[in-house]
């Protein structure tokens, strides 16, 4: 645990919402509330044994660590084929907890089998009320956006009670980080390679996970990083208190797609999370709450850390390209900081906190 970085920040709570509700208001977040209040509240026991065939530095593993450590033993993890197929390699199992494989289209319906029975042993008491079994979903982007996406609608309309925990990083990254709908505009995969023709690379814009859930209405998701576990660790421990579906949403730095050294993957959650590019935030019943307000540094700090955005600068910088995805977070950011107005450029340049 002495790669994650000890994040501290001010928090704030934004409330937007939409889709029939009109208000927008500003609160502070009472932090008494808060389970976790800084890093050494962690639990340090491990529910996943080292040495498994997950690349080096994957940023998503380090999210799943600490939220078992929230989570606890008794869960039972639903995988859709992905990156962490190679978790759970038979023989070998480095979980403390239960795991059961399924394709990419079908983790959701799997999910439901496993709920189902364990509602059935315990209304014929085979299974005691005290034994029970939290069911998580664990998927990559690509099944969570794409070819996973009917069966997680399908679950969300039955109101299923699991935890549905997507690492996003951003491609199809276990078949060759090919474009996934969730693959960031302006980035480059090995299906969306920048040349003379399309010197852009993804000329796609990422697919919004968030809202599509939302639109479905569950009790509670969340967007989280590796990089801040203790926001992490009280998004997991609120989400205990809601039965129904539960979204949580990690980037996942990938070193080998992204192109940065595997040592680097916590600084490159928190540069997205401090650049505004990966908002922190959840929404209880559909009402959002951003949890951490950025710094606003430029977005070039973040995409030059990443050779997947080396297109953009070299041999000639793309400056057109670059000021799109700048204007994208300032376009996100906008409405939740309209209780005055707020110079959101004046302030990305200022390098300053948001209070």
Known sequence: MRDIDHHTSREHNYNLNRSGWNTIMIKNVNMKKSVYKNFKDISQDEHIAPG???????????????ALKVLGEKVVIVNAA?????????????????WMYTAMACAP?????????????????????????K????????????IGLQSTS??????????????????????????SSATPFGSKTNTSVPGCVNPVGTAQKKKDLFEIWRAHRPPYMATIAPSHPVDLSNKFKKAAQFKGPKLFITIAPCPSGWSFDDSKSV????????????????????????????????????????????HLFHPVKQV?????????????????LTEKPVNIKRRIFNNKTVE
């Not at 498994?52 to 600490?66: D, F, I, P, Q, V």
């Not at 992905?82 to 239960?98: A, D, I, K, Q, W």
């Not at 309309?157 to 990083?169: I, K, S, T």
């Open 52 to 66: 498994t065939a997950l690349c080096s530095g994957c940023g998503g593993l380090l999210a799943l660590r600490l």
């Open 82 to 98: 992905g990156c962490f197929t190679l978790l759970s390699v038979y023989p070998f199992n480095p979980f403390r907890s239960s």
């Open 109 to 133: 319906a799997g999910a439901q089998g496993i709920r189902d029975a364990l509602d059935i042993l315990i209304k014929k008491r085979k299974v005691k009320k005290e034994d029970d079994l």
């Open 135 to 146: 069911v998580v979903v664990l998927t990559g982007d690509g099944t969570a956006n794409d």
């Open 154 to 179: 399908a679950a969300l309309q039955r109101n299923l009670d699991f935890y549905y925990l997507c690492y996003d990083n951003e491609a199809y990254s276990n078949t060759g980080f090919q474009m």
């Open 267 to 310: 600084a490159i959650a928190k540069l997205a999370v401090q650049t505004g590019i990966w908002p922190l935030k959840e929404a209880v019943h559909g009402e959002v709450e951003h949890t951490v307000i950025p710094k606003f540094k430029p977005i070039e700090t973040y995409l030059m850390a990443q050779n997947r955005y080396d």
């Open 320 to 336: 057109d390209v670059i000021r799109v995805i700048q204007e994208d977070i300032e376009h996100y950011w906008q409405p939740y």
